[in-house]
């Protein structure tokens, strides 16, 4: 017989020791992980059953958009001249890929707070690791994010007749993953504060067209004086500029400072993972719902 687990309730703050608190996230969401996949493979049949189109949404915003600025492109409504002619077919392949990288950016940052939302009356009824929920919206995410890889990369080497491929190729699912991550731990770190304001996430809503044209996807990425800052200041420029060049077999232009933000993110993101396990009774206490 498995012996029962002791649980040991203390006056202390978790906080001195984040070390061990951290080793028990990852045991307890280890020892539920059968739950975690029976959650998630649920959410992903009941996102697409009442659609007729089903599991195209995943992609089918990002083409449209992209369709959109290939348009205004090709009619010259949109000119780069500062950057010099792109051809249509460049455009094509910078724009498209560019959509579909911050896509799946978007849906990582917006991921946790609506999954918290949506599971905050199941959380203050059920005992179980209240990671559980963000690690299931990770796994969506993720998911979309390798069905739009199953469009894009074929895509990508039909139209580069696979010329671009090379070793620094490989490191393109690295790259991506932390664009994704990113976009979660900033998700993460406002849940506390969505959890209580509902304006988070209209504020969400409505910054997010202005972060897209503040990312080099419609544009080429600029060299100049301000506007190069739109790499450096935006924490989702590095991520998808160098995860679009190794992609496209293009001279990375922001490597270094790529690799810089994603060996931030690690901290980053496991300090987002303990603010939000302290959080949590605070925040379903609040809501009433304990």
């Known amino acids: 017989m498995k012996p029962v687990p002791e649980t040991v309730y203390s006056p202390a703050s978790p906080l001195r020791d984040p070390i061990a608190l951290l080793r028990k996230i990852l045991r307890e969401n280890w020892e539920r992980r059968e739950l975690c996949s029976q959650l998630f493979w649920r959410n992903i ?55 579909f990288l911050w896509q799946s950016f978007v849906e990582g940052y917006s991921a946790p707070i609506a999954a918290f939302q949506q599971n905050r009356n199941m959380m203050g009824k059920i005992n179980f690791p209240r990671e559980m929920i963000i690690l299931v919206a990770i796994c969506e995410v993720l998911f979309n994010a390798a069905v739009r890889c199953l469009i894009l990369i074929p895509f990508v080497l039909f139209l580069t007749s696979g010329e671009g491929i090379s070793a620094k190729t490989a490191l393109f699912p690295v790259v991506f993953s932390a664009l994704i991550f990113s976009g979660v731990t900033v998700g993460l770190l406002l849940v506390p504060l969505g959890a209580l304001y ?48 190794y992609l496209l077999g293009q001279a990375p232009q922001h490597e270094g400072i790529c690799w810089l933000y994603v060996t931030l993110l690690v901290p980053l993101f496991l300090l987002a993972v303990v603010l939000y396990r302290i959080s949590i009774p605070i925040l379903l206490e609040r809501s009433g719902n304990q």
């Open 45 to 99: 049949k009941t996102q697409y059953r009442q659609t007729m189109l089903g599991i195209l949404w995943v992609f089918l915003p990002a083409i449209i958009s992209a369709l959109i600025w290939i348009f205004l492109h090709s009619f010259r409504v949109i000119r780069f001249s500062d950057a010099g002619e792109i051809s249509q077919t460049a455009y094509i392949l910078h724009v498209l890929t560019g959509m």
């Open 198 to 245: 509902l304006d988070v996430g209209k504020v969400l809503t409505m910054i997010t067209p202005v972060w897209m044209i503040m990312t080099p996807i419609i544009y080429p990425t600029p060299t100049s004086f301000p506007a190069n800052l739109l790499v450096y200041c935006n924490l989702a420029s590095p991520t998808l500029i160098t995860a679009r060049d």
